[in-house]
Nanobody
Framework: EVQLVESGGGLVQAGGSLRLSCAAS????????LGWFRQAPGKEREGVSS????????NYADSTKGRFTISRDNAKNTVYLQMNSLKPEDTAVYYC????????????????WGQGAQVTVSS
């Protein structure tokens, strides 16, 4: 079956960095765009970043642009999110997703989802 498994979350101080990984299996990885979404308690899920199947094009939410970097290694079936200069408002559960879209304002077209990884940023 399709699996997306996030890792690398944890607790970090404001200004620090974390690198999330998402290992995928059960589908043709290099034919799908990959994305990262996040959801804080009581809030809607929001798109963070996405990357084309080839890795040649990326999208970022305005709130993360310049601080976060998405990348993928198709040989390893893995997508990454490098998060620098973290802020308390980045605290959320982060989900990776695979789909046929790169849009971040909707979950439509994102077909497969991981279970999520907690990221907590303290002041």
């Amino acid at each position: 079956e399709v699996q997306l498994v996030e890792s690398g979350g944890g607790l970090v101080q404001a200004g620090g960095s974390l690198r999330l990984s998402c290992a995928a299996s059960g589908f043709t990885f290099d034919e799908y765009a990959l994305g990262w979404f996040r959801q804080a308690p009581g809030k809607e899920r929001e798109g963070v970043s996405s990357i084309h199947s080839t890795g040649g094009r990326t999208n970022y939410a305005d709130s993360t642009k310049g601080r976060f970097t998405i990348s993928r290694d198709n040989a390893k079936n893995t997508v990454y999110l490098q998060m620098n200069s973290l802020k308390p408002e980045d605290t959320a559960v982060y989900y990776c997703a695979a789909g046929r879209t790169m849009l971040l304002h909707t979950t439509t077209g994102w077909y497969y989802w991981g279970q999520g990884a907690q990221v907590t940023v303290s002041s």
